[in-house]
């Protein structure tokens, strides 16, 4: 079985302070990895996967991740917020081994803020 | 490429009625996933659809059932609506193919939200 737990429901950074949002996961099965941004009332967007080709995965919006198979964890970081990085923000995880994609599972979630 | 669509935007049932959500896929993709995302929560997998056949589904009841249709596009519907069943409903999208590996990225929708009264 797979999972995955996201440590902290809610973060509060100033803006240009560091951003780190802790993902641990649980997987029976070599994993791929996902964090992906919710925006209000919008759907979700990619940030970046793990796919075992790197162990530190560069996305989006200056956005980055570091695979720690001994720690399993894919704990998300920015070097400075940017106001327009308050969204909410899901870890996830998926199978490996297949041609098709196969379902995503997805943690709880954690509301990013930037303080001014 | 309009990406992944999603329709209607909003939508208001009372118990026991019957939904129908709609989703057109990313142009070139013909697989379709289904996730219900509760207030405060993360998605869940509903199921997934490939070559009008359901292919993977979640820990979702009989209530929820889907089609996919010659296009690629899919409904999903929700029978005997219950007010747990309001949530955010998104698709996404994606490639099935052999040998794509992970190259199959989902591309998810903007969302349904189905408020149940």
């Known amino acids: 079985a797979q999972s995955v737990t996201q440590l902290g429901s809610h973060v509060s950074v100033s803006e240009g302070a560091l951003v780190l949002l802790r993902c641990n996961y649980s997987?029976?099965?070599?994993?791929?990895l996902f964090w992906y941004v919710q925006y209000p009332n919008q759907g979700l967007q990619l940030l970046l996967k793990?796919?075992?080709?790197?162990?530190l995965v560069k996305g989006i919006n200056g956005f980055e991740a570091e695979f720690k198979k001994s720690e399993t964890s894919f704990h998300l970081t920015k070097p400075s917020a940017h106001m327009s990085d308050a969204a909410e923000y899901f870890c996830a995880v998926s199978r490996t081994g297949y041609s098709s994609a196969s379902k995503i599972i997805f943690g709880s979630g954690t509301r990013l803020s930037i303080r001014p | 490429d309009a990406g992944v669509t999603q329709s209607p935007t909003h939508l208001i049932k009372t118990r026991g009625q019957q939904v129908t959500l709609r989703c057109s896929p990313k142009s070139g993709h013909d697989t379709v996933s289904w996730y219900q995302q509760a207030l405060g929560q993360g998605p869940q997998f509903i199921f997934q659809?490939?070559?009008?056949?359901?292919?993977q589904r979640g820990n979702f009841p009989d209530r929820f059932s889907g089609h996919q249709f010659p296009n690629y596009s899919s409904e999903l519907n929700v029978n005997a609506l219950l007010l747990g069943d309001s949530a955010l409903y998104l698709c996404?999208?994606?490639?099935?193919?052999?040998?794509?590996?992970?190259?199959?990225?989902?591309?998810f929708g903007p969302g349904t939200r189905l408020t149940v009264l």
């Open positions: 793990y796919t075992s080709a790197a162990t």
């Open positions: 996404a999208s994606s490639l099935t193919g052999v040998g794509l590996g992970l190259n199959n990225e989902q591309f």
């Open positions: 659809y490939y070559e009008e056949e359901e292919r």
């Open positions: 997987s029976s099965v070599p994993p791929y």
